[in-house]
Every structure is written in C-alpha cells, then in structure tokens.
C-alpha cells in the first residue's frame, strides 16, 4: 500500500497590468511506505547454528567440539593457561564456550546437518 500525499497551492497569476488571476493546482504524489523488516529471533539463532555447524564441517581443523559442557571445562582446567572463555552469551547459547590455540571450543551434542 502506497500512503499519498495530496498537495493544494493557490497561485496569484498575473494577467497584464492591473489583473490578477487565482489558479488552483492539485498534485498528488505517491511515496512508499517504509517497513523495517526484523528476523525472529528464532530464525536467527537456528541459522546461525546451522552456520556454525557447516563451518565445523568445511573446517575441523578450526574446531575442538565436545558432546557435553562437562567435557568443554575439563579440557578448558587443563589448558587453563592457554584458553580464553567465551563472554558473549549469544555465542555460548550456541554452544561456543572458548579458544584454545587458534581454535574455537564448541559444545554440539547435536547431529552434524546435512550439507546442501
């Protein structure tokens, strides 16, 4: 749906030297709705798992993946002085708890998805 903006002007002509004439113009001009289009939050977070999945596919060697977040925090105490823990809580819902030399620590007790 288009929203119209309808536009009234009275125009003072002048018509030789001492006329004056009155003209009535109407325009109207069309301008487009504006929308802001906001994913769900749930599409999101799905697609971003996904994508995450995929990633861990196409390259294991940038991975470390635990099937338990027991597992991820014994590993994390025994590496204690070589790993980083994940602060952002958006990344660990996903299921990202670290970083160990380069690699990212994941807990997946997920099936791997299919690539497509």
Not at 36 to 65: G, Y
Not at 69 to 85: C, L, N, P, V, W
């Amino acid at each position: 749906m288009r929203a119209v903006l309808a536009v009234m002007t009275t125009a003072m002509l002048v018509a030789g030297s001492s006329r004056w004439a009155t003209a009535t113009v109407r325009t109207t001009r069309y301008t487009p709705e504006q929308r802001l289009a906001v994913p769900a939050m749930e599409s999101t977070e799905r697609e971003m798992r996904e994508s995450l999945q995929k990633d861990m596919v196409r390259h294991p060697a940038d991975f470390i993946s635990f099937p338990t977040e027991t597992g991820a925090i014994q590993f994390m105490k025994e590496h204690s002085m070589d790993t980083s823990r994940e602060t952002v809580p958006r990344m660990i819902e996903l299921g990202v708890v670290g970083y160990w030399q380069g690699r990212t620590l994941v807990v997946l007790p997920i099936a791997p998805p299919l690539m497509r």
